[in-house]
């Protein structure tokens, strides 16, 4: 007879009883449906197993905007495994779920031990709970985690510089605040003053903040930056702002 369609579907381990329903649309009254004949072929799964190592070495991984954080994977496997078989590692989203793997890196081989060279791709978003686990496609495996959560960090980056709009105040007045936008882990900032518009060997002011308001005790002319450290990687500078001008209150006329 003529085979209209086929349906594979994997069903989950351990079950027992498999319930069937066929529903048939007929677009014409004339029409007569029959079903005579339904053919259910089961193919056993894989007894082999895979087992990724418990003491994957690097955690807290720092990853930035472009760059990954390279991991090594070792693993065990039980079971033949067949010609080209590929083992590929897989990264859990941050609070360890495998519903929408990350593949990070893969080996071909059949042994039953071996280390895959992996990479926590760069934007992964920063997390205290990933997990790492190995699958195998000849025959299809899936593995165990690597049982211990994994904590990814990201490195500073500013997303927005200060202000460089020119400020012209009298001494004793408020200046308008400077402030950055970074993203990154667990952030520290610091402000500089300069007498020159560069951003570096300037002299430390204000307090662990995005912002700051300039002083305006003394009259001269400063520029300020921000350098952003982050929980891991090199600290970032910003871009100078635009010069603060602290000018004298004119003395009132005599008489």
Partial sequence: GTVYSTLTINIPNGTNTIGLRINSLNDDANEIWCIDDVEIVGTLASSNTITTNTALVGSPFCVTSSTGATVSVPFTSVGTFNGGNVYT????NAAGSFASPVSIGAVTSTSNTDIISATIP???AAGTGYRIRVVSNNPVVTGSNNGTDLT????AAITTQPSTTVQNICQGGTATALSVTATGTTLSYQWYS???ATNSGGTTVGTNSASYTP??????TLYYYCVVTAACGAPVTSNVSGAVNVTAIPSAPAG
């Fill in 89 to 92: 590692a897989q990264l859990s």
């Fill in 122 to 124: 760069a934007g992964t």
């Fill in 152 to 155: 990814v960090n990201n490195s």
């Fill in 194 to 196: 300069n007498t020159t």
């Fill in 215 to 220: 002083l305006t005790t003394a009259t001269g």
